[in-house]
């Protein structure tokens, strides 16, 4: 006959004397060690910015991502929307570093229902990055980020 032992709080002594009785392994009375988050889980944030011309065709949207504490990146999506015979979009990506003037990190210009993706710049402390698009109407410029 099998004796069945009821333990009603278990604790790290008596769980090992179950085990032992029963003619089971040890239980390690070692505390368990906590591993901690990789710090270089990454977390996205869409639409941080996004701009149109007048009349929506030409629209841009600006996107971020953390790496890890004060490891920031940035890309825009740039499409335009326009069919028939309208002329395409021009954009531009710019960053510039603390007091400093803007430069150029992409630009080009976009047929009739086509659309762009920068690659990913950074955007860490004292960077700050806009967009531009023009339809031929004039530009369009977003807040810095």
Do not use: E
Not at 46 to 68: N, P
Not at 90 to 97: E, G, I, N, Q, T
Not at 112 to 139: C, E, F, K, L
């Amino acid at each position: 006959m099998v004796q069945i032992t009821i333990i009603s709080k278990p604790t790290a002594s008596a769980v090992a004397a179950l085990a032992l009785s029963s003619g089971l392994a040890t239980a390690s009375t070692q505390p368990a060690h906590a591993t901690s988050a990789s710090p270089t889980a990454v977390k996205y944030y869409y639409g941080v910015r996004q701009i149109q011309t007048d009349d929506g065709r030409c629209t841009a949207q600006l996107d971020a991502k953390k790496t890890a504490p004060g490891h920031w990146f940035v890309r825009a999506s740039f499409y335009n929307m326009s069919g028939g015979g309208v002329a395409g979009c021009s954009y531009y990506l710019w960053r510039k570093k603390g007091n400093g003037a803007y430069w150029s990190l992409s630009h080009a210009s976009l047929r009739r229902n086509s659309s762009h993706q920068t690659a990913w710049y950074w955007d860490g402390p004292r960077y700050r990055v806009m967009m531009t698009i023009n339809d031929g109407d004039g530009d369009v410029d977003s807040k810095p980020y």
